[in-house]
């Protein structure tokens, strides 16, 4: 599999024969991994690649820079607010994210730190085993944004943290430290930031070094927890990309570009 074509991706091989896949998202600014418009394609695509190639067992996903991802980039959100066509295409996007995650058939770790918001927590919540440094800061901000909370919420915080902890951080957009994420189910495991990429790579380790039928078919028989819920995801991303036409978003790209309080 040649993975030369991916921009926002640094992607490399670790392990025995190169069968842990390393997938590491480019900080464009410096500081963070935003979601452009080829970063949100490439995000939601690297999955198909990993399922087809025979060659890994299994795949790490973890940021570049300050935290492990920003969110999507206030460009992207624009354009998908005034272009029909643009909101259409990524609204495609956004569902085969969450689903080539779900269906991908090797197993996934997340390695979490710092920040980490938007696309790019999409699948570090949705990765088999979820790893948070201490100070991962995880916030779903769609409510903030003024949309509602679709990509991977409905389908998978309820199941994780359970309704009343999702609502209350889904609505409110509160943020969720790595410590707290692991005290009520989000993640699997949280570690201090030094001991981050470590223990997902002994994780790594360990599953590639597994039965991998075995490994595999436990993913997908646990996923259709994930695939009942589907309907429940469709929905909310309908009504989140219904919002992207609607006047609240723009109030809500207003107030980030102007770091001020959103007035609705």
Known sequence: MDYSSYETLNITRRGEGGCVIDIQMKAANGKLPTAGHAGHEELSEIWRDVSRDDSVKVAVLRGEGLGFSGGGDLALVEDMARDFDVRSRVWKEARDLVYNVINCDKP??????GPAVGAGLVAGLLADISIAAENAKIVDGHTRLGVAAGDHAAIIWPLLCGMAKAKYYLMLCEAVSGAEAERIGLVSLCVPE???LTKAYEVADKL????????????????????????????SLALEFMGFAGPDVREGVASLRERRAPKY
Do not use: C, E
């Open 194 to 196: 030094d001991q981050l």
């Open 208 to 235: 590639a070094a597994g039965s991998q039928t075995a490994i595999r078919w436990t993913k997908y028989a646990l996923n259709n927890w994930l695939r009942q819920a589907g309907p429940n995801f469709d929905a």
């Open 108 to 113: 996934i770790v997340s390695a979490m730190h």
